[in-house]
């Protein structure tokens, strides 16, 4: 057996590849950043060719940074950001439209049209999901009415659709195989997660034709080989898992009442709920965990849309910030948030508000407000969205967290970590590993290959960091969570309809 398994983690800013060994542990990573295109306000998309492009160069960079060649590696795992939709001509290979990305907002009007129809309950009920523009399936009824010609393509079976993994593994396979996994097809809206097949109904209603979708597999199963031509070799794609899925994979929440809290670009927090599809009162999904080991698991949602993206944005376009770890730096120069609040809705809000017309704000700005009390009210932001969804999953399924696992980019941020263990009033759990996304890719492709023999074998290589302990006095943590929920009230409804 080849020693070592890759994981391609497909991110909303940035393709990256690691090799992991045996005991789950990094041998090396690299990392490309690509472009983000806005073409109106609220508008998101990606060059599917630049994604490959960019997974591609980042996948033979890094086994050549380790040293390593195709015969080294056992498995590839597949993890990939979810629900951004990719829609290509299967006889020239060729995006017929740029990707676009789960955070756009284009189809916000086709969801309010199915809201309008009296279609919300029924497709909560068959998807586990609320309506909304997030999902991939008004994104692919979209590039159909509004990209010429490809209606007359796709219903003649000339076009494919796929989330960013069907996208990269039909490119690794030469175009041979066209598949995804439960996790993501469980993203897309038009997908049954009790009957687990593409739900017939919806398509109608979104006239989207089957022939254009993937065969939906386990999260854990050989799909194919590369071909020759990438890597010079063929090596098995083994794994298949929506990012968020994979990190709950890859902290070993095996058992259901296991949860983690990812942050990257936004933060998602899953909660595992076995083999029961567990109905949300709360503002949360119902999504699929994974298939493997002959069954499907499930999983309860709180998805956050932006969080570690705040922190870009202020690099970036507010330019108050060198780099994303000066955010700490400055956070922690001022004593307090000086009641300045930021609610991030750039892009809407997700759980627990699913508003698609509210849009971001700072609010309680004095003379007083400095650079740093914006900075540390951004990383604040991230904290109070993570306890709204909290509460909701606590609701939801009758569980009081004892503890929160978390990973992601922004959890190397120790302010951030101790502010969230402030607000929750829970410790925070941060593992050796963050990149815990491509590690359950890594794991579900070893576990398909007989690298590693079961989830036993998996569970006992986590690993704790550090265990960030609740400080705050419980008045002040109340007093500021209160703050937060009158903010986001404000940001509310804002964009016209
Ligand atoms: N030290 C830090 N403090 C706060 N945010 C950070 C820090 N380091 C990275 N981030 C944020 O984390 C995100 C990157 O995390 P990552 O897990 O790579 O995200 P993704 O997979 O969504 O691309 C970026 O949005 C970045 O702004
Ligand atoms: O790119 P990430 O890691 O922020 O993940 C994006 C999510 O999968 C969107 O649902």
């Known amino acids: 057996m080849p020693k070592y398994i890759m994981a391609l983690d497909q991110g909303t800013t940035s393709s990256r590849a690691i090799i992991f060994d045996e005991n789950g542990l990094i041998k090396g990573v690299t990392n490309r950043e690509f472009t983000q295109i806005y073409p109106k306000p609220g508008w998101v998309e990606h060059d599917a060719m630049e994604i490959w492009g960019s997974q591609i160069g980042v996948a033979k960079e890094v086994l050549l940074k380790c040293g390593l060649s195709v015969n080294d590696i056992a498995a590839i795992g597949i993890t990939n950001q979810r629900e951004t939709t990719v829609v290509w001509d299967k006889n020239t290979g060729k995006p017929v439209y740029n990707a676009i990305v789960w955070q756009c907002r284009r189809t916000a009007p086709i969801c309010d049209d199915l809201k309008a129809r009296g279609l919300t309950e029924k497709i909560r009920e068959k998807t586990g999901l609320v309506v909304d523009a997030y999902f991939s ?3 692919v009824k979209w590039i159909l009415d509004n990209v010429e010609g490809t209606r007359e393509k796709a219903e003649k079976g000339e076009l494919l659709f796929g989330n960013i993994d069907t996208w990269l593994i039909w490119n690794l396979t030469g175009g041979k195989v066209h598949v995804t996994d439960y996790s993501n097809a469980s993203r897309t809206m038009l997908f049954n997660i009790h009957k687990l097949d593409w739900d017939d109904e919806i398509l109608k209603e979104l006239n989207i034709p089957r022939a254009m979708l993937p065969k939906v597999m386990p999260s854990s199963h050989i799909y ?37 809290n990812t942050y990257g670009t936004g933060c998602f927090m899953l909660m595992n709920t076995g083999e029961k599809a ?8 119902t999504t699929i965990a994974w298939g493997a080991d002959g069954k499907v698991e499930y999983a309860l949602e709180g998805s956050i849309f932006i969080a570690g993206a705040v922190i870009q944005w202020l690099r970036d376009e507010l330019r108050v910030l060198d780099n994303a770890a000066q955010s700490e730096e400055l956070a922690t120069k001022v004593e307090d948030n000086n009641g300045v609040y ?31 009390h914006i900075v540390r009210a951004a990383l604040e932001s991230i904290c109070y969205q993570t306890r709204d969804v909290l509460e909701a999953m606590q609701k939801d399924s009758g569980i009081t967290l004892k503890s929160l696992k978390v990973d992601g980019g ?88």
């Open 278 to 285: 567990v109905e949300s009162k709360s503002g949360l999904l």
């Open 137 to 139: 399936g008004t994104k």
């Open 224 to 260: 194919g080989y590369t071909t020759t031509e990438v890597f010079g070799g063929e090596i098995p794609i083994a794994g298949d898992a929506g990012d968020q899925q994979a990190a709950l994979f890859g902290q070993a929440c095996y058992a259901p009442g296991m949860a983690k």
């Open 410 to 497: 922004a959890v190397a941020n120790n302010f951030l970590m101790q502010f969230q263990s402030d607000i929750l009033g829970v410790p925070v759990d941060r593992p050796k590993v963050i990149e815990t996304t491509a590690l359950g890719a890594a794991y579900l492709a070893g576990l398909a290959v007989g690298y590693w023999k079961d989830k036993n074998d998996i569970s006992a290589k986590w690993q704790i960091d550090r265990t960030f302990k609740p400080q705050m006095d419980i008045d002040t943590k109340e007093r500021l969570y209160k703050g937060w929920k009158k903010a986001v009230k404000r940001s509310m409804d804002w964009e016209d309809k």
């Open 342 to 372: 930021l609610v991030p809705a750039f892009v809407g809000l997700g759980a627990p508000y699913w508003d698609m017309y509210a849009r971001g704000a700072i609010l309680g700005l004095t003379r007083g407000a400095k650079r740093e």
